[in-house]
């Protein structure tokens, strides 16, 4: 067990809907990154938010948003669901006390979506 | 932008055969680290090398780190079923962007 807590474990929604995915970072942690993973794929880093601010974006559609609440927990929203948009949404923790660190992540279980 | 690359992308070895994946960089990494994903899983760090050309060992697994500190590699020693999984590098550290390699999916045959 990581610490870190992401619901719903799984998610089945239909094209065109839009969803919300909850991740509770480790007690302590500042930061939280999202990922997606499709099926048997690598991660893609989709975003990145720092006590409560954006600190880096990856490869993160327009359709999709996130934020960071004052108390540390994300949320991941994304709209006009497509096809493609079916995959593994990870979260992940870590300390980050400040740019230049070693900033060891820690992944939740990760929240199925499928869109049908 | 950064790119990490990974090879092979798959790997099946006879279970008490060696593996190893490679990691390689576009540009120079500031530290690497390893994450391994079980099948059905969530990866889960590994190790983390920092010095250019560290080698550090935990038990049958040996992460190396190349002198120019734009590779990696992950050797297991007479792999186990319990290895299987994907075994991930990813940059660390440093003003870089997150970035995950592409993967090496392990199959053990016992």
Redesign the interface.
Known sequence: D?GVTQTPKHLITATGQRVTLRCSPRSGDLSV?W?QQSL?Q??Q?LI?YYNGEER?K?NILERFSAQQFPDLHSELNLSSLELGDSALY?C?SSVDQG????????????TRLTVL | GQQVMQIPQYQHVQEGEDFTTYCNSSTTLSNIQWYKQRPGGHPVFLIQLVKSGEVKKQKRLTFQFGEAKKNSSLHITATQTTDVGTYFCRNSGGYQKVTFGTGTKLQVIP
Request: hydrophobic letters at 35%; aromatic letters at 24%; charged letters at 10%.
């Open positions: 990581s990154y990922y048997d690598g991660l880093f990145q880096a990856g990870f992940a740019l230049r660190v070693t900033d060891t992540q820690y992944f939740g279980p990760g």
